[in-house]
Nanobody
Framework: QVRLVESGGGLVQAGGSLRLSCAASGSIFNFMGWYRQAPGKQREKVATITISGSTNYADSVKGRFIISRDNAKNTVYLQMNSLKPEDAAVYYC??????WGQGTQVTVSS
């Protein structure tokens, strides 16, 4: 059974940092990533990473967020720096664009 369990969300001041983690179980996934959804908006891609480490970022987070993964632990991370109020959203872990985590809330105060 596939499970994706996110952790690391919370409240941070603008300019601060957070690190999200997503622990996967049940399979090894070639393609993993993070999406986010703010109230009243569609879910959008934040960053993705392949099993070989190739990454892709949304323009809005380039230079501020870093996605990484530990294949031995089957875990993907999202280091979020220089957070802005517009980064506030529920962040979802994704695997192979089929499986999704339950989401973790990120709140950024101005």
């Amino acid at each position: 059974q596939v499970r994706l369990v996110e952790s690391g969300g919370g409240l941070v001041q603008a300019g601060g940092s957070l690190r999200l983690s997503c622990a996967a179980s049940g399979s090894i996934f070639n393609f993993m990533g993070w999406y986010r959804q703010a109230p009243g908006k569609q879910r959008e891609k934040v960053a993705t990473i392949t099993i070989s480490g190739s990454t892709n970022y949304a323009d809005s987070v380039k230079g501020r967020f870093i996605i990484s993964r530990d294949n031995a632990k089957n875990t993907v991370y999202l280091q979020m720096n220089s957070l802005k109020p517009e980064d506030a959203a529920v962040y979802y872990c994704m695997a192979n664009q089929v499986y999704w985590g339950q989401g973790t809330q990120v709140t950024v105060s101005s």
